[in-house]
DNA sequence: TATTTGCACTTGCAAAATGCAAGCAAATTT
DNA sequence: AAATTTGCTTGCATTTTGCAAGTGCAAATA
């Protein structure tokens, strides 16, 4: 895991963290479905190879953006969470979807959330990232 | 160049373009600079490599992102100059922005510009956009 | 006019990251 | 007690990155 930082620009420092092809995969994941297993994250469409999602899992949590916690119906299980400066990444993630929806073809789940978002984008940020934060 | 789509979620598509260490830093030397020579990226601090450059600068053109263009002082010189698409990632690039503010230290530069965007965050979008656009 | 410099790349090669398959230990289920 | 699930780690081939040097054309300089 590379942790030297490039330049001083926020731009940079930001993609040093999660600028690759999947973090912000694995912080979406965690943002739509709030808590993940690490054979949830397996289970996505992109099928992340277990190597890279443990290495990932660790830079993200390195760095403040997850937290890993007990499962509470079994020992085997890890369930990782966003910290707030994961759910702070909300804005980045809506933008995105807002700019895909205009050059691609959106699932219609997710633009189901883009019509929430319209409606009003500060209230879905709040809504959306006190239901993430909800229980430690 | 990989020109295959992971998967229909569009933040896997987005990845699939600008989704590395290097295209987000070349799309705010534009959003920033408006225009830019091939040796103008090659002085920022990040310092990329000239392959590198090349070859994103390529994919980033495939897909619309950006656009060539006669330098007007000199043949030998070329411009790069975002399209629509590109400009429309403003609002992610003031978002990654807002939430390095927070858990970074941000060069004073931007900091001023974040003041502006916290002004009046549609308005500066609107601004920007039309500054970026003028002139083919 | 000849020559040097500037500019936008390309090429070759070593180093690092990624992707795939298999393996492994602890916990859980049968 | 044996088989399965879960969250990883390991080994190795392939791909991407990074660095340094080189190339070809335009422009400035001698």
Known sequence: ???KKR???PISSSLDIWGDKWSL?????LMFA???TYGDFLKSDEKIATNILAS???MLETN?????QDHPESKAKVLYK???KGVDLLPVMIEINIWADKYFTLPLERKAMLVE????KEAFIRNQTAALLKNG
């Open 1 to 3: 895991m590379d942790t």
């Open 34 to 36: 709030k808590q993940c």
């Open 64 to 68: 403040g953006l997850i937290s890993k």
């Open 25 to 29: 995969l694995i912080i979406r994941d």
């Open 7 to 9: 330049s001083d620009c």
């Open 117 to 120: 978002v319209k409606k009003d």
């Open 82 to 84: 966003l910290t707030q």
């Open 56 to 58: 990932r899992l660790l």
